[in-house]
């Protein structure tokens, strides 16, 4: 599981490196490695960057264990929603460097950073859900209202649209976007950016400008997951 994550700390900044060799989807080991490096940045660093691997951010929820049967797609999904707020939450400024490809739970990951680089490239970030048949959970409607331009949550969610980075970036996915082997030190350097403002008054901010959002997400989840996982014609 230590592998999925590495954990560096440079200048008060905590680099948390996903790779699992492949598309980096979250399977359950990979989301206990980011809950466990989320908790020791909080713990020690000023801030955190969150990075993924070359052309691959994050593939979204392990497919293998979604397709299993129902009640391993809903350990998945909790394990999963459990980070997503605990990322969206996070007691240091988060910054997300989108490396490459994020569809799905991937483009969640990048909704709940403070600040968004992107890689320039060919790659797609978006919320496919209702093209492969599945309805926009509750999590990932909130999420996208929350961080999306407004103009664009309808086609972002009900129309499924898939962006490529610039488009991404105006939708509001990412906040800005330089060449892949900048992304990281870009990334790095607004950490340390963020990291040096009044972390007492920027988590007290965050609480004030997410609280809602968060507690509404927990509130509805149950009844999100039984509806998401009860078959309908």
Known sequence: MADLVTYTLE???AVLQMDDGKANALSKDMIDAL?????R???EASAAVLVGRPERFCAGFDLRVMMSGPEQA???LRA???LLMRLYGAQVPLVIACTGHALAGGALVVLTGDYRVGAIGPYKLGLNEVSIGLPVPVLAMELARDRLVSTELTRATLLAQIYEPE???KAGYLDALVAPDAV???AKAEAARLGALSQPAFRATKTR???KTIAYINAQMDADMRDIMTPTR
């Open 11 to 13: 200048n008060k900044v």
């Open 35 to 39: 809950l466990a490096a989320l908790t």
């Open 41 to 43: 940045a909080e713990q």
């Open 74 to 76: 809903k350990e998945l």
């Open 80 to 82: 999963g929603s459990e």
């Open 167 to 169: 488009g991404a970036r």
């Open 184 to 186: 990281l030190e870009t």
């Open 209 to 211: 400008l997410r609280g």
